[in-house]
């Protein structure tokens, strides 16, 4: 078995077009063609253990290659990785990969699931620091005659600083736009099997659970969860720039406000200046997506709503522009170059070296975990104090505070996974959404009438119409009673 460490890059196909022409080096590089067929039972149940096998044929040659990624990447990949030459597209379930044993009688209905066949152009890149095999692949996977069009920069790493790795893709970055890939070939013909069954395309994805477990230090947790924001930033960020899906620009506005919980809850570990400086880049990112959602809303409202066709000519004329300062925003060197630096910053930055916070960073992330849920819950506590009376900019403070909390239970929820912390676990969190809700509802009352004035509606008939009936004590009350129903559950790390 070997340890596979990648950092996935997606470009377009001119870009990788540019990068055969002016990167790649005339001599020392191999061009192949490469055909690689999936196995898998007719449950998926290797998908669902995250592993893949396949058999890849590149002229005569055929290897079998099994591979464990239970813990989704986001550009950069670490898996256990098994290896060897076969004879024909049978695999070979012997002792040597674990294929057999997670199987168990079910292996004897494995099957082609799915192909994927690219150009390969391979070359190396060699300093004193590390060697670097650098991949570019061009071509497609098909799956029930669906099919997706790959175009990615693998850089694996042979020897040497996982540093380098980002210091080559930097490189690359300077040459033509990249974005972290987060999707091995495998998971995009397993989406394509998914999409060939219920006939749609690609649905926003919400936040999954973090894969942590009680031998994780805090450090190893804070990694893992950086990871899997990361990824679902990009997956809707992919969605979002294809199709503009409302939902995806609203799971991508989630991903950018879970980062900066997990910043301000890791603050500690990583460090005032570098936790700010990736905030500020988030928050003016999630700001510019902001914009659109609160017009998506709006519009929502409105085709429900009698207004006049000069409002709502308004409503989708800024929707529309909204839309194009995100996708301008997307396409920006800053938005790019801020996720590729908040990757390789996660994974070699400073603070994992730092002496000073080297008691923090080895702590088990179990006990960090709990202290850091005491004090988001106590913000939430202490300011919710009368929070039938809170003014707007108050009331939305303890609206930040309470979503902090939420993230934190979710990105902690695998390290208190007792029978009893589990129960207690899911009542806290429906507890918090409760509570989401009603401050959420009471936020956008609050701050609608200054969207309706930058859309000059304000003064119509129309503003009446998208106004939400305000009831402000109604709704006052029922936000102060779900703030006491949080702080009457039974708190799931202890």
Known sequence: MAQEIELKLVVTTEAAAVLARDFVPAEGTDVVKQHAVYFDTPEHRLFEQGASLRIRRSGRKRVQTVKLDAAKGAGLFARPEWEQPVRSDVPVLDATTPIAAMLGEQADMLAPVFTVAVERLRWLVETEEAAIELVLDRGSVTAEAQISHVCEVELELKRGDPAALFALARRIGAIVPVRLGVLTKSERGYALLAAAVDGSGPDAVKAGPVSLDRAMTTADAFQAIVRACLRQYRLNETILLETRAPEALHQARVALRRLRSALRIFTPLVGKSDAARFSGELRWLAQVMGTARDLDVLAKTAAAADISDIARDRIQTARHTAY???????????????????????????????????????????????????????????????????????????????????????????????????????????????????????????????????????????????????????????????????????????
């Open 324 to 494: 194009d300062a995100v996708e301008a925003a997307l396409q920006s060197p800053r938005v790019l170059t801020t996720m590729l630096d908040l990757m390789a910053w996660t994974t070699v930055g400073l603070w994992l070296t730092a002496a000073d916070r080297e008691t923090v960073r080895t702590m088990p992330a179990r006990r960090f975990a709990a202290k850091a849920l005491r004090k988001r819950r106590k913000a939430v506590k202490t300011g919710g104090t009368s929070l039938k009376a809170l003014p707007d900019e108050d009331r939305h403070a303890v609206r930040k505070a309470a979503k902090t909390l939420r993230y934190a239970a979710e990105f902690f929820a695998g390290l208190f996974d007792g029978g009893r912390q589990r129960r207690r676990h899911a009542a806290f969190v429906r507890t918090l959404e409760k509570l989401q809700d009603r401050l959420g509802t009471m936020n956008d009352v609050a701050t609608r009438p200054a969207l309706l004035a930058r859309l000059d509606l304000c003064d119509t008939n129309d503003a009446g119409v998208l106004l939400a009936p305000r009831r402000p004590r109604k709704r006052a009350r029922a936000a102060a009673r779900a703030h006491d129903a949080l702080l009457a559950r039974k708190r799931f790390w202890r």
